[in-house]
């Protein structure tokens, strides 16, 4: 890639927007490319690292080891994103893993790379720190607000709930005040019986507008629009117990989406799984009326 093609990709870039075209330039002089076919591993975590990277086509998929094993998908990272910087800058192990999305090209500043640019332009080096702070910043805000909301919505699931729909509104009572912007939500249950989804609650000034149904033969999470959520809670069956819609009053960008639909999605295990224990005892509940009804007639219904 030649220099002016690195600079047209460099521009976009939150963390070198402060800079000049012939900083740009000069920039060019440090920093390696990269291309990286899709699925190909860039970062182990617990590695060393003395590099980080900046996205300039294609995405990258950042995921932590999970105690059950395997990896959980943290952040969906698109051009104009960073990683690594931590490691670089504190010189620590890599804490996650980074794996190529799709075919991507980096652009790579190593840890000797940095240090000669820090050495020859220290004033432009303070800015890029400066903006490199700003993203560090926002990763932290969204994770710590990721964080509180599982911590409140797990306080709600030690709950016991007779009813699947009284747990789904009391979710959506508890999710929507978390919600960064003008968010409304609804719930919805699947039917067994009439194989039929109806919405059981609502939660916000739009809620009411919300769909009264969705179709089951949907079972993925997706955007409705850009600026509608739809979460499938999945049980054991194939077909999901439940949904939950959450719609913004604006539409979202492509990042604010990616980032709210991983916090939505890493929610949505914890909550198909309490919904999954209600509907099972609800179900022990009715077997057990059915049994003594037979057992000692309806005079003796528990």
């Known amino acids: 890639m030649d220099a002016r093609s690195m600079i047209d990709r460099l521009r976009p870039l939150a963390v070198f927007r402060h800079l000049s075209s012939a900083k740009l330039e000069e920039l060019t002089r440090v920093l390696a490319v990269q291309s990286v076919p899709a ?70 500043l190593g840890k000797d790379a940095l240090d000669r640019w820090v050495r020859s332009d220290p004033l432009t080096t303070v800015g890029f720190f400066v903006e490199l702070l700003r993203v560090v910043s926002h990763r932290l805000r969204v994770a710590g607000e990721e964080i509180v909301l599982l911590y409140d919505l797990g306080h709600l699931t030690a709950e016991r709930f007779q009813e699947e729909a009284a747990f789904l509104r009391a979710v959506l009572h508890c999710l929507v005040p978390h919600l960064d912007g003008d968010w409304s939500g609804a719930a919805y249950l699947y039917h067994e019986f009439s194989q039929e989804v109806s919405r059981v609650g609502t939660e916000g000034p739009r809620g009411e507008t919300l769909p009264e149904t969705l179709p089951i033969a949907r079972s993925e999470n997706r955007w409705l629009d850009d600026a509608s959520f739809c979460l499938a809670l999945s049980g054991k069956a194939e077909t999901p117990l439940g949904f939950l819609v959450a719609r913004n009053a604006t539409a ?27 509907k099972h005892d609800s179900e022990e509940r009715l077997r057990a009326r059915l049994e003594s009804q037979r057992t000692y007639g309806p005079a003796f219904q528990a």
């Open 252 to 278: 979202m960008s492509a990042r604010e989406r990616r980032e709210f639909g991983l916090t939505l999605t890493a929610a949505g295990h914890l909550l198909a799984s309490a919904l999954q224990n209600i």
């Open 39 to 108: 699925g190909t591993l860039i970062a182990e975590e617990g590695s060393a690292g003395d590099t980080m990277f900046f996205i300039a086509q294609g995405d990258v998929r950042i995921e932590k080891r999970v105690e059950t094993g395997g990896a959980k998908e943290v952040a969906l990272l698109s051009p104009g994103d960073t990683f690594g910087e931590m490691a670089l800058i504190e010189g620590s192990t890599r804490a996650a893993r980074a794996v190529a999305h799709t075919d991507v090209t980096l652009f790579v």
